[in-house]
């Protein structure tokens, strides 16, 4: 089973590129999409109903052309959620929770902590919503797998200007030790899991900056997994070839 993970940056823009060509060709089991800024109505038949996928979209309910998930998957889910059950956190559309038949599915577009203190008390407060919601699987002993664009670089290794970056949102203490809260919960870091000590290997760059040309980057996009689920992963890769985003797919290899 191939999983993909991709914040698009719109949906609607993406797909002017003619990336809708790229999935159909590269044919994940499942895709995950991120800030796809825009409602299911605004959006072409062939991306809202892809061919062979069944879609669900969780869209901003504050305003228009903000935030955004979608996910597009050939099995049919047993059951989906759109939100944690918690409206300020739930409103702004960054939530899918699909229940199939051996492991629950989370795609999730985390918030930005920049735009002032404000943003990132939010930020935090999402975090801990979100780590305990999905504590609750590890409790029943069901599987998790959630992906999406987390927002936060864990370690010095996780991007290109550490030190510059130490009191920026995304790289803030507080941010990191969410997910070493995350990984003390029995979830694992799939990427990391593989490639404990690769370097350079980011999923976002600044566009305005021209990053990517030089690949200073964040790796800020994840797949993370229950811990006994990691049993059934074979591979995960950064698919920093595929351009259409100022960040890269990421795609995660079942058995």
């Known amino acids: 089973m191939k999983i993909i993970s991709w914040n698009v940056n719109g949906i609607r823009a993406w797909y002017k590129k003619g ?9 994940p089991d499942i895709f995950c999409v991120q800030e796809t800024k825009a409602h299911p109505e605004q959006l072409p038949e062939d991306l809202k109903d892809i061919d062979g996928y069944f879609s669900y979209f969780s869209s901003s309910q504050l305003k228009k052309g903000y935030s955004g998930v979608a996910v597009y998957t050939k099995t049919k889910p047993e059951k989906v959620e759109y ?3 918690i409206e300020k956190f739930d409103q702004e559309g960054r939530f899918l929770a699909l229940y199939f038949k051996n492991f629950v599915l989370i795609n999730c577009y985390f918030p ?24 609750k699987f590890e409790e029943q002993n069901q599987n998790v797998v959630f992906c999406g664009d987390v927002n936060t670089a864990h370690k010095e290794i996780d991007l290109a200007r550490p030190k510059e970056n130490q ?3 995304g790289f803030l203490p507080e941010e990191r030790a969410w997910i070493d809260d995350v990984i003390q919960n029995n979830f694992v870091d799939v990427y990391r899991a593989f490639y404990p000590e690769k370097p350079d290997a980011y999923t976002y760059w600044d566009m305005k900056t021209r990053a990517r040309d030089r ?31 100022d960040h890269a797919p990421i795609v995660l290899i079942l058995n």
């Open 215 to 245: 690949n200073v980057g964040w790796r800020i996009d994840y797949f993370f997994v229950s811990h006994n689920f990691m049993k059934q992963v074979k591979d995960m890769k950064i698919l920093d070839d595929v351009y259409g985003s």
């Open 112 to 135: 930005n902590g920049g735009m002032g203190p404000h943003r990132l008390e939010y930020k935090m407060e999402f975090y801990e919503t979100f780590l305990k919601f999905i504590k």
């Open 19 to 27: 990336l809708l060509d790229w999935i159909i060709q590269y044919d």
């Open 167 to 169: 009191h920026n949102t």
């Open 83 to 85: 939100g944690m059950g």
